[in-house]
């Protein structure tokens, strides 16, 4: 049935390339130079419709594909000149014109703009038109960014445009839920959707714009129908269904609002379908649309989380899934001057995992075999409140708060089997994993533009985090020998707890002198500055439930860690011609001091780090991109504490409170290249690290048991990493592209007191093809195939896939996606196929409020899925258990 389609599609494009002819054209101004970016359109008589549209190249060139014997209105239009229509009626051959452009923006009397052009781009944005994109069956905003050329969206919710990531998604202007994509991708309703538009060269501070480089900053503001502004507008879906064992529900109303003065948008979903409107992943990687205040600075000190490697799903492929989830987010213009926004997010959720993992120790081959089950309960908070004052051109001022509460609980059962010098040993292993972090970050930034020559900018932010950890380990052996432990007991009953405090200030001062209209000298003071505390405790837990606390100071950590960096940067930007410079140099002044085991000990010393930003504008929409940077990598005070703290129950970490900064430089190549001529994009990238004096890891493993402490590493890691995307839309109803990206990495650690050098290479391929019909079926395929190598052992993976969607009979929308997976590995041991195949049924009349959706997931009932990974010192391969085959019905009504 699927190759059937596929030749009866194919078959209708051969036909209509064959009932077509070619209209090529080249529009120039009244002084003979070509004219790029001129807008191109083609609209039938007959039937007043749109059939065909381009954009000009950089020579003026475009080409039109036209049916046969049909009559048409060429409208052309470029900004600051006289739009032109020409009248032509096409025969059997191809039709030459070229068209010389009057100045003057006065549209022509008479002149009826019929349709608008599907893409267009004015300066940095591009603006989609997302009705030319749709064909009926698209339900929320995410249906039609897939349409969109140049345009990629994962299965995270996260966009790209140009291989670039969207960080701010907007709505009128507004910002929606600031930091985060997803939401606004699978949520925002695709009927209320008028125009996209893609905010390339992105700057919050129009200030900064011209002075700073924003080549990598990609916004997205959606423009809603007119009749959906004013009025409040969403859906509210309920529906019930069935599994193998149990029933199933899905209730999710979703409401909008939005006006000139004030927006609010409501988001609630309560399900066991696996429907997760944020993942725990995405709510720990959520930002808030706060930015590094020191990415200028040379400096890297990142606080890290003490997370105890709770256990993430794929997605939301999991044995078992129920989430209650609430979020709200609202703008409002206290006047033209005052602008209040914010969002607050809860969410709970219930999941059960199973998995099958086999660990293998890189040295000595030593296998562990693990069957393990886990039942998790995370209750999430957000909430973030921002305040924008503008009152005129030269002066902003911002504030932010984002606020982070969470309660996590994993209880586990384990059955281990350790395969240690070919001998097989078993064991029932339980864990207890509890966490409750909190942190709230401040934002405060201050911009003044005192004439055109000197600009002032203030930027300082304060993070506050609060963490505290609780681990459990009921195993059957002892996995360490620890002072003061008590050996005997029917089961070894191990515990920590783990309490660590962060309080950070990031500042810096920004001088901006425009010593000409394209060049500027850039002049930065700043300071980081951190405190944290971090104290634990092991404790046993006897046959009688009395505690024998581990009180030797190896078993205990009481540890304060003070770091601090001052630091003046001086920088220089010229634009001439087509190349953009930008070098520049900082000088810091380091201080840390860690106090632990009663006495201090303390670092400090200068550091002059540089920096360079090189841009080549080939054409306009052309460019390559060159970044270099050395910079001054420090830890947290998790690697300096030198008690002990459990990673895992078969892992014992020890800090080294003598460590001192890595440093790594790093170069960055990046080319880009858009051509509305036939809407091709091309961009491709390119980096490459090393990192010197890095911070590594010595291991000491006793069979699966691991001991380890960092040091800093006289041999340096490397890492060369690159990728590249071509795609382009064709014969107006077609969509291809390909891909390919690689990662080749080198560590060097000890292991086992011998030195142990891995290497990593990764390597992913794929290539799309679909089509974008309005009245015929429209099929996407795909395939993607992976490798990743570790240090030896190579696994594959062949994932071919293909979605089905149409619209019919006015009120019919069927949907099918199917994926199939083929996860080998290169000795044979490991060897895995699974495909999982969806599909939705839904109808609706034409501006009916009621919609009927009949829809199944993993109709054939798939079991599992297969995942690797590498950690330096072995290969892990694991097999997840996923939730079973399920059928909705749901009743939807649009408000």
């Known amino acids: 049935m699927k190759k059937t389609l596929l030749v009866v599609l194919f078959l209708c494009s051969l036909l209509s390339v064959a009932q077509s002819v070619r209209l090529d054209g080249i529009i120039k101004d009244t002084a003979g130079q070509p004219l790029e970016m001129a807008n191109v359109m083609a609209v039938n008589h007959n039937t007043n419709a749109m059939d065909s549209y381009a954009i000009t190249n950089d020579k003026g060139k475009f080409n ?72 009926g069956t698209e339900r929320k905003l995410e249906d039609i960014l897939k349409k969109l050329p140049g345009v990629e969206v994962n299965d995270d919710g996260e966009v790209e445009v140009e291989g670039k990531k969207v960080t701010k998604l907007m709505v009128e202007g507004k910002d929606f839920f600031d930091g985060d994509t997803k939401l606004g991708v699978k949520n925002i309703p695709a009927d209320a959707i008028d125009k996209i538009q893609v905010l390339r060269n992105y700057s919050e501070v129009g200030a900064l714009k011209g002075v700073e480089n924003n080549q990598d900053n990609v916004a997205m503001n959606i423009k809603l129908k007119s009749g959906k502004k004013n009025f409040w507008f969403g ?60 990415r200028k600075g040379g400096s890297s000190f990142d606080v890290s989380s003490n997370d105890l490697g709770i256990s993430m799903m794929r997605n939301n492929r999991a044995k078992d ?46 296998k562990q075999k693990n069957l393990e089950e886990s039942a998790q309960k995370s209750n999430f908070g957000m909430f973030k409140l921002s305040s924008s004052y503008k009152p005129n051109a030269k002066l902003q001022f911002d504030y932010d708060v984002l606020g982070k509460l969470s309660k996590q609980d994993e209880l586990s059962s384990l059955f281990r089997e350790s395969i240690v010098n070919s001998v097989s040993n078993t064991e029932d292993i339980l864990t207890t994993k509890k966490q409750n972090p909190v942190s709230f970050n401040q934002n ?20 506050y985090q ?24 029917s089961r070894n009953d191990l515990n920590q707890d783990r309490f660590v405090k962060t309080n950070k200030i990031d500042a810096k001062f920004d001088y901006y002198y425009m010593v000409t209209p394209k060049s500027n000298i850039n002049v930065t003071l700043g300071e980081t500055y951190s405190y944290q505390n971090f104290n634990s405790h092991i404790f046993q837990i006897l046959d009688d439930q009395s505690a024998n606390d581990l009180n030797a100071s190896e078993n205990n950590n009481q540890v304060n860690y003070g770091f601090n960096d001052v630091f003046l940067g001086l920088h220089y930007k010229i634009l001439t011609g087509k190349f953009t410079f930008n070098p520049g140099v900082s000088l810091h002044y380091y201080d840390m001091n860690n106090q632990q085991l009663g006495t201090d000990n303390q670092q400090n010393f200068y550091r002059v780090l540089p920096d360079v930003f090189a841009l080549y ?20 005070i998790n690697k300096l504490v030198q008690g002990y703290v459990f990673s895992n129950y078969n892992s014992l970490s020890q800090g080294n409170r003598t460590l001192e900064n890595a440093i790594s430089q790093v170069h960055s190549l990046r080319y880009f290249k858009y051509n509305m001529y036939n809407l091709e994009n091309i961009f491709a990238n390119a980096t490459y690290t090393k990192k010197v ?15 380890t402490s960092p040091y800093n590493s006289d041999l340096a890691d490397e890492t060369l990493s690159g990728s590249g995307n071509y795609g382009r839309s064709f014969l107006k109803n077609y969509k291809a592209s390909i891909g390919a990206s690689a990662n080749w990495s080198k560590f060097n650690n000890i292991q086992n007191n011998k030195l142990s050098t891995t290497e990593s290479f990764t390597q992913s391929y794929n290539v799309k093809a679909s089509t974008n019909y309005k009245n015929m079926p429209n099929i996407e395929f795909g395939y993607k195939y992976t490798v990743n190598e570790y240090n030896g052992t190579t696994f594959y993976t062949d994932s071919p896939s293909a979605k089905l969607d ?11 996606e199917y994926e199939f997976y083929n996860y080998r590995n290169d000795t044979g041991t490991v060897k895995n196929e699974y495909d999982f195949l969806s599909a939705s049924l839904i109808y609706q009349k034409k501006n009916a409020k009621m919609e009927y959706k009949l829809s199944a997931t993993n109709i054939l009932n798939t079991t599992s899925l297969n995942d690797d990974s590498f950690s330096q010192f072995s290969t892990r391969t694991s097999q997840y258990t996923v939730q079973p085959r399920y059928i909705i019905f749901s009743l939807k009504y649009n408000l």
């Open 64 to 135: 039109l594909l036209l049916n046969i014997n049909t009559s048409y209105s060429i409208n052309i239009s470029y900004l600051g000149m006289q739009s032109k229509i020409i009248e032509i009626v096409t025969a059997q051959e191809n039709i030459t014109k070229t068209v010389v452009m009057e100045t003057g923006g006065i549209e022509l009397e008479g002149v009826e703009i019929i349709r608008e052009m599907p893409v267009s781009i004015k300066g940095d944005t591009i603006v989609y038109n997302a009705d030319s994109f749709k064909s």
């Open 235 to 294: 859906d509210v879906t309920s529906g019930a269904g069935v599994a193998h064992e149990e029933s199933r529900y899905v209730i999710n109303p979703k409401l909008f609002y939005y006006n000139p003065k004030y927006s609010v948008n409501l988001i609630t979903n309560f399900n066991n379908i696996g429907e997760l409107p944020l993942t725990t992943q995405d709510y720990f990687k959520m930002t808030g649309g706060f930015r590094g205040v020191s």
């Open 321 to 366: 899934i129920e989430t209650k989830f609430g979020a709200t987010n609202f703008s409002y213009s206290v006047n033209k001057a005052w602008n209040l926004s914010g969002f607050g997010i809860f969410s709970s959720s219930d999941t059960e995992l199973e998995t099958k993992s086999q660990t293998t120790i890189l040295d000595s081959g030593d």
């Open 444 to 463: 405060l930034n201050l911009y003044y533009t005192l004439n055109d020559k000197n600009i002032f900018a203030f930027e300082a932010q304060h993070l």
């Open 466 to 489: 609060d963490e505290n950890p609780f681990y459990n380990a009921n195993l059957q052996s002892q996995p360490f020998s620890l002072a003061g432990y008590i050996s005997g007991q």
């Open 617 to 636: 504008q080939i054409k306009k929409s052309e460019s390559l991109t060159y970044n270099y940077s050395l910079t001054n990598n420090f830890t947290d």
């Open 693 to 707: 004096d890095a911070v590594k890891t010595r291991s000491v493993f006793s069979g699966i048991n691991q001991a």
């Open 806 to 816: 149409y619209y019919f009979l006015n009120a019919f929308s069927f949907v099918s």
